[in-house]
């Protein structure tokens, strides 16, 4: 890895597997018999991207539903695996993608704050020097005592953000989960992820709102189709994409 990098992402490659229809199921196997299995395809959502994030900067990734951000966050988070390609990091990482991921739903929002926390790297000492901060930041109140099943959107937003920020990684990945919950928390939200950055952290964001890019982004990545449209700062990506989202282009 080169000096002042915490991401390196060479020639990255994503292909998903999709099945055109259900061979296997009881409906076929009465009407039709056994007859042959699923064709395949291969829907090929990265075309080998590359790019680089350096220490302490922030970069979203923007472009239209399909186009790979989430691929690519869940790719640096290592919930998938590339098709070819690589991608090397330095530093904890601390992942904020899908609401409510790796929660239990029958335990209490305290039971899992460690949970979710020791999927992250922290010890239980830690975690339990971290509780009171973790719970006074999401605003759950009482509700921290109960079943996170009887949890709203908003409220898992807010468990999942408060511990993913408690973590002190050097790398922090968010995707579109700052969209969920009501304005002032939203607002919260974003003076905590400007303050991390402030600390130094790496941030990578994918996101739907121009403006969180131009308010927290140092750079943006343009992402059209698996490959990259652009990047550069965020006031030129951003323009450059929106003029091609409404046409101008």
Request: proline fraction near 2%.
């Amino acid at each position: 890895m080169q000096a002042g990098n915490n991401i390196e992402v060479r020639n990255l490659v994503k292909d998903f597997k999709i099945r055109s229809d259900n061979a296997f199921s009881l409906k076929r196997l009465v009407l039709f018999g056994k007859g042959r299995g699923a064709a395949c395809e291969y829907h090929n959502v990265l075309r080998g991207i590359s790019f680089d994030v350096r220490q302490g900067e922030s970069v979203a990734l923007i472009g239209r539903n399909g186009c790979g951000k989430s691929t690519t966050l869940k790719l640096l988070s290592e919930i998938i695996y590339p098709t070819s390609g690589s991608i090397e990091k330095r530093g904890r990482v601390s992942s904020l993608l899908e609401l409510g991921a790796g929660f239990h739903p029958d335990m209490s929002g305290r039971e899992n704050i460690y949970i979710n926390a020791s999927i992250f790297g922290l010890s239980k000492k830690e975690i339990d020097r971290r509780l009171d901060g973790i719970i006074d930041f999401s605003e759950l109140g009482d509700f921290i005592n109960v079943p996170v099943r009887t949890y709203s959107s908003g409220m898992y937003m807010r468990l999942a953000f408060s511990v993913a920020i408690s973590v002190d990684a050097d790398i922090l990945l968010v995707d579109e989960i700052l969209s969920v919950g009501d304005a002032s928390f939203q607002s919260k939200c974003m003076a905590k992820i400007n303050e991390i950055k402030a600390a130094g952290t790496t941030i990578v964001l994918v996101t739907h709102s121009m403006s969180q890019v131009n308010e927290v982004c140092d750079r943006a990545i343009w992402l059209n189709d698996g490959l990259i449209a652009a990047e550069g700062p965020c006031r030129e990506v951003t323009d450059q994409y929106m003029d091609f989202m409404t046409g101008r282009s």
